[in-house]
């Protein structure tokens, strides 16, 4: 695996109808649906880089010292500790101009399988450069939110984890709306009812950007 430059942990939908259709959504083949105000394609250019997923440790370098296999050995063990985690479904929303599928129901095993995963595997994190910090744009940050940039390696952990499933990138307000408009309907029929994080899903960055699924491990704790 020494050719991917970064790694993450996702959530990843098992093989199903699910996972089929969001795949197809950001696919170079998503069909045109009637109602969208844009081919998919101008409508899903940043979450088709990084394929259908939730972050639950979003993407770090290997700290110096620390190996691949390293990696895959601390990841069995803590899914290993880790019970999978069931909210009653998803529905879809707009979040600051962008359209993403949600959780519903109470989220507190969500937001403490997602702080255990941070804290567990950050050891094996390699620090942020200057030029990762000034991409989360620390300017727009509140004061916690920077103190757990520098902490964690990224802003949205801990307390300020919020789980979701990106499915466009920042638009328009009136082309968020027609886009949701279209797209829930078309989702809705596949979602899924409760929804279950069962395993921790790593993810490789090639050097093209894109991230790649490597290995599933399932939630037995």
Not at 178 to 206: K, M, N, R, S, Y
Request: aromatic share 10%; with cysteine; hydrophobic share 45%.
């Amino acid at each position: 695996m020494t050719q991917y430059t970064r790694f993450a942990i996702y959530y990843a939908p098992p093989p199903g109808d699910f996972a089929t259709r969001a795949n197809l959504w950001l696919s170079e083949a998503a069909p045109h649906l009637p109602g969208l105000p844009r081919p998919p394609a101008d409508l899903t250019a940043a979450p088709r880089r990084y394929g259908f997923h939730g972050t639950i440790k979003a993407p770090f370098r290997l700290a110096e010292g620390v190996t691949p296999q390293m990696l895959q050995a601390d990841i069995t063990a803590l899914a290993a500790h880790l019970a999978p985690v069931r909210m009653a479904g998803l529905r879809l929303e707009i979040l600051k101009g962008f359209l993403a599928l949600i959780p519903e129901g109470d989220d507190t095993e969500l937001l403490a399988l997602g702080a255990e995963v941070v804290s567990r595997l950050d050891p094996l994190r390699a620090p942020l450069t200057e030029a990762d910090i000034a991409r989360r744009r620390p300017d727009r940050l509140t004061a916690r939110q920077r103190e757990l940039l520098a902490r964690w390696g990224y802003p949205y952990v801990m307390e300020e984890f919020r789980f979701h499933l990106t499915l466009s990138d920042d638009l328009p307000t009136e082309v968020a709306q027609a886009t949701a408009a279209t797209l829930g309907p078309w989702f809705a029929e596949v979602l899924p009812q409760p929804f279950e994080i069962a395993d921790l899903c790593l993810f490789g960055e090639d050097s093209t950007g894109r991230f790649h699924l490597l290995h599933r491990y399932p939630l037995t704790g």
